[in-house]
């Protein structure tokens, strides 16, 4: 790969405090400049000095140097204005070769193979050994799992740390070894990768038959380092751990005292009540911490309170105050600590977005003013040529809308060079999301084809609409209420096929007439028409397949099933799908549309969370087949589990709960996922405690703290500050879109601008400056 001494030339000069030094001889570089007291840029006296001590004058004898240099410094400020896009660090190696490979590493291809990469080995656990591809996870039905032969699934793994391997390698290079051997997340990239290659090599050499895959509980790191967002969340988690772990001992304090309390109180021998309480909850100290542990999430109420309580309503009294204390006052001091740390996060993280994007759009005006200041002999204010940003523009991987306003927006200026502020008050056209304009509605000449467009092109036309689905739905509900207790086979659907025909045909008509009013391209310019339409003509060909089948409703509608569906099972069909279809309603209602606005936002924003949540229920779900597999089994092989009418009411047999075990991949997450409800989870500790033994509950508490406690307190945190932020600032948000231009709207960072600091023009070339892969010259 290229050597280090042929990076490029620096893009600013020694500045404070910058330590300067000599650039190295017939290497192609940008010329350094130097920002004028003024607002452009001046061309520094060492870009001459350089032309000289290399034996030629500026413009003269250097022409293929002069382009190779130009070339140069136009691909410089493309990588830097596409890390600026994608808010990413530009510490990173600035010459030709580098830059080059950085463009082919992140291109849409390189990074669609890696997260590709990493699903696929995640998506490993549900294949391997023990195999998830059974129709049921019940063991009283379910049959042996195929099994993949030994070195199937290694060879894809095989594959995926290859993949890996590449990328910590290019990872690696392209920011330098001095920064790698500094950045925490890619020395334990390195040693995840040799540790799961040493037990891949373990796995092949015992044919498979290892007990414990350690490789299994690392995979989720892929995924972690590959996410700059995941990485913040994880820090704020981390921070957060003092706050939390405070209020975690008072919970405990309160635990325990409460423990004893109740071990104290409920100890009488004469009292039945106290006495049947003692034997079911509070039997020894471990049990009895945790009754309470699972009376903090409310799962055992008022269940745990009842013995006691149907004797002497003064019991009552301690467990209304253990709640008050530990669910009411502690866990929502647990939830306010965890929100106000994430709020402070998420500043923090728009704030560092902001300042790496305006790093790469200063690195870039630098960079292209240097191609400005090239073959000038004497300073002046220079800025950036307009051709000469179009031309890097066109290279950047942006989309056509951005690419096209940024274009216009340039061109509606006056003529001359660039200066900073205006550079870089085109680059505010990345925080705008572009609105495509809606085609013009077709001309017609015809009066009544006129009028016939304004009707069925006005907004009422859509309240209409509304209304019409609306009945439609009425009528689901109706007949769902009066045939509740008939069986389906014995049901008479003539009257909801008519309607349902009626209404279908109502849609259809809706649609033209839309297709009419708007043009097809309209049309299809409105997500909710294309929306209407698709499932339109999905309900159109599922009524008449059903009427080509089964015949037009008639009294007495009940024939045979037919082909793949009964008619019962396609009216289903059609019933949900008219019931979805309701859903175009949401944009119509201020209040509801602002809920599903916040709600869009939150999956858009969700992955860095969604990622969190795969990762511990990855772990926890690998951990729990190694030490579960195979301790639930059915009824009729364990003595443990009894016949359903002797079990007790509400145990794990009782209740059927079967079908949550550990017995493959996809069954613990369901597990995990049941656990972290909390509803009805001390059935699962007392089922694993019989089944595997008390330290069984040590896991499943665990679990608890980390789902239900940490992540879903996050969760939380997350919905409170966007809908927050949205419902408070309406009048805000309204009056800052006004100021926008029509064919943008606002992304996520701008609704946080008002509490965001801009860099200082200091700190900016502080840290241009202190770049390590452009050096500066003196």
Not at 356 to 380: D, I, M
Not at 647 to 655: D, H, R
């Amino acid at each position: 790969m290229a050597d280090t001494r042929e990076e490029s030339e620096p893009l600013l000069s020694r500045a404070r405090g910058g330590s300067g030094r000599d650039c190295p001889r017939g290497v192609p570089a940008c010329s350094s400049v130097q920002e004028s007291p003024g607002s452009g840029p001046v061309q520094s006296r060492s870009g001459a000095r350089a032309h000289q001590a290399a034996g030629s004058t500026p413009g003269q004898g250097d022409r293929p140097g002069a382009a190779a240099r130009r070339d140069l410094c136009l691909d410089q400020a493309v990588v830097l204005i596409e890390d600026a896009i994608q808010y990413r660090s530009i510490n990173h190696r600035m010459d030709a070769r580098s830059l080059w490979l950085y463009r082919r590493y992140y291109s849409g291809s390189s990074q669609w193979i890696l997260s590709f990469t990493i699903f696929l080995i995640l998506a490993l656990a549900f294949v391997e050994t023990p195999s998830s591809l059974t129709r049921t996870s019940d063991v009283r039905y379910r049959l042996a799992p195929w099994e993949p032969p030994c070195g199937l699934t290694e060879g894809v793994e095989a594959l995926c740390l290859l993949v890996f391997a590449a990328d910590v390698s290019v990872k690696s290079y392209l920011i330098g070894w001095a920064q790698f051997r500094r950045n925490p997340w890619l020395l334990a990239y390195l040693v995840v990768l040799v540790v799961s290659l040493l037990d891949w090599i373990v796995s092949l050499s015992l044919v498979c038959q290892e007990p414990l895959r350690v490789r299994r509980l690392l995979r989720p790191f892929f995924l972690m380092q590959n996410s700059s967002m995941m990485k913040k969340t994880l820090k704020c988690i981390r921070r957060s751990l003092p706050e939390m772990a405070s209020v975690g001992l008072l919970l405990a304090v309160h635990l325990c005292l409460f423990t004893v309390f109740g071990m104290l109180l409920f100890t009488g021998e004469k009292d039945a009540g106290q006495d049947r309480e003692r034997l079911t909850y509070f039997f020894n100290l471990p049990e009895a911490l945790t009754t309470l542990l699972v009376l903090l999430t409310t799962a055992n109420n008022p269940d745990v309170m009842i013995p006691v309580y149907s004797r002497n309503r003064a019991y009552a009294i301690f467990f209304i105050a253990f709640t008050l204390i530990g669910s009411l006052f502690l866990m929502n001091l647990m939830t306010a600590i965890i929100y106000n740390q994430f709020r402070g996060y998420l500043m923090m993280s728009l704030q560092t977005s902001l300042l790496r994007r305006r790093l790469g759009t200063r690195a870039a005006y630098k960079v292209l003013s240097s191609v400005t200041a090239e073959g000038e002999t004497h300073p002046e204010r220079l800025g950036v040529k307009p051709e000469d940003f179009l031309q890097v523009l066109q290279k950047v991987q942006l989309d056509s809308d951005h690419k096209q306003a940024i274009t216009e927006k340039l061109h509606s200026r006056g003529g001359g060079l660039l200066s900073t502020d205006e550079f870089q008050k085109l680059f505010d056209e990345f925080e705008k999301r572009v609105v495509k304009e809606h085609p013009p509605r077709p001309e017609y000449r015809s009066p009544f084809l006129r009028t016939t467009q304004f009707l069925f092109g006005h907004h009422y036309f859509d309240y209409l609409g509304n209304l019409m689905a609306l009945g439609n739905l009425v009528t689901i509900c109706v007949f769902l209420v009066l045939d509740a207790h008939v069986l389906p086979k014995d049901r008479d659907d003539f009257v909801l096929g008519i309607l349902n025909c009626i209404f279908i045909l109502y849609y259809l008509l809706e649609m033209l007439l839309k297709a009419f009013s708007l043009g097809l391209q309209g049309y299809l310019s409105y997500s909710s028409n294309v929306f209407d339409g698709l499932l339109t003509i999905v309900l159109l060909v599922l009524e008449i397949s059903t009427l080509a089948v089964y015949g037009f409703p008639h009294r007495g509608w009940k024939p045979a099933m037919l082909g793949l569906l009964s008619l019962w099972d396609m009216t289903r069909l059609v019933n949900v799908l008219i019931v979805f279809r309701f859903l175009r309603i949401i944009p119509s209602m201020k209040l509801m549309s602002l809920v599903a606005s916040t709600i869009l936002d939150l999956i858009k924003n969700m992955r860095a969370f969604g990622g969190i949540l795969v990762v511990i229920y990855y772990v926890f779900a690998i951990i729990g087949i190694s030490l579960f597999r195979g301790v639930v089994v059915a009824p009729r092989n364990s003595s443990l589990a009894s016949v359903n009418g002797s079990v007790p009411c509400g145990s794990f047999e009782q209740l059927e709960y079967w079908p949550n075990n550990f017995d493959d991949f996809a069954a613990a997450l369901v597990t995990l996922w049941d656990v972290m409800i909390v509803n009805n989870w001390q059935v699962f500790l007392d089922a694993f405690r019989r089944y595997a033994g008390p330290w069984s509950e040590v896991y499943f508490v665990l679990w608890w703290l980390v789902s239900s406690v940490i992540w879903v307190n996050l969760f939380l945190a997350l919905i409170l500050e966007n809908f927050l932020h949205k419902w408070d600032r309406r009048s805000h948000l309204q009056s800052l879109t006004e100021e926008l231009e029509d064919t943008s709207e606002m992304t996520e960072e701008l609704p946080f601008r008002d509490v965001l600091e801009e860099p200082t023009e200091e700190e900016l070339v502080e840290k241009l400056s202190r770049h390590p892969h452009l050096q500066l010259c003196r």
